[in-house]
């Protein structure tokens, strides 16, 4: 397949900058995608479209303040983004190896080091530069920080997409990082959120449940190549990216008995659909812990997902082609110019859409 045919027409004043004023009053497109019916709601009123004993699988990835600010020694300001830590050095509280992206890393020396800022534009401490790598990315040694989880809490902002504009100011990093985050978070890894969950609220996953909805979680924590447009021109010569992910017992028994009783399997987001496609067989989940690079692009045979709530996708990336392979690229392109024509709001603080 072709690239180019994941590409649409997107007014820049369509691009959320700011989350609906309450999650839950966010819109909510909903596809019917064997007849291509749209019907134009509120994600308060998703309720109306399910039905007791469906699931709905939630990533309960936790997102890291993962975007810091440092200095080189000659003055020259630097921004970066953490990734993750090496196996191996995840439980140390000594010095820390980060992988990071940092913008500018043309200019910096291997082994020079540089001064990590924390939040108010202090030097918080020194790192050195160990690797070079490819793609803007480089190996940090942290020195005498702690943990890493600790220190991105004293240096780190919202590692906010970079279509969203924002500055330092600390009373819209706080913000952010209440709103960038779903209320049901809990493991900490992710540098992006799943942002089909963001629309929910604790009194709407109450509500659902009184109607006899059934909620399961698994968790992959969503790395920076969501973001990552797909560059080659056909699809299948694209590489995604790899990501951790796991699913214990108990959730997979949910999801497999609420499947064995007939209701529908809703993803939320498409990082829950990637697990689930991924842990599955022969229609049944299994519970695992791993990583997956599953590619779902138009092809592919679903196994699990019935249901697929999901955000507005850029052109051209893996998102867009994963929910083109659920609904059909015309339908989805379809649904996206109604959302153009009807002024939804687009990207990771936008609307919604379900995809029934």
Known sequence: MLTDELD??????LIAQQPAQHRQRSRLLVLYRRTDRIIDSRFADIGEFLRPGDCLVLNDTKVLPA???ARRATGGKLEGLFLQQPASQRDTQA????????KGLA???QGEQIFLKDITGADFCPAQILEKKTGGRCMLKVEGAGSAEKTLKKIGFPPLPPYI????DLKQAAKDKIRYQTVYAKHPGAVAAPTAGLHFTKPLIEKLKDRDIQFAYITLAVGEGTFKPITTKTLEAHHIHEEQFSINGKNAKIINQARQKGGRIIAVGTTSVRVLETASANGKLQPVEGTTNLFIRPGHKFKMVDCVIT???LPRSTLLALVAAFAGLDTILAAYAHAVKHRYRFYSYGDAMLII
């Open 8 to 13: 649409y027409a997107l007014p820049a004043e």
């Open 67 to 69: 975007r810091f600010f």
């Open 95 to 102: 010095e820390e190896l980060w992988l990071v992206m940092l």
């Open 107 to 109: 200019k910096v020396r």
């Open 165 to 168: 504009r924002r500055d330092t």
């Open 311 to 313: 955000n507005f996708h």
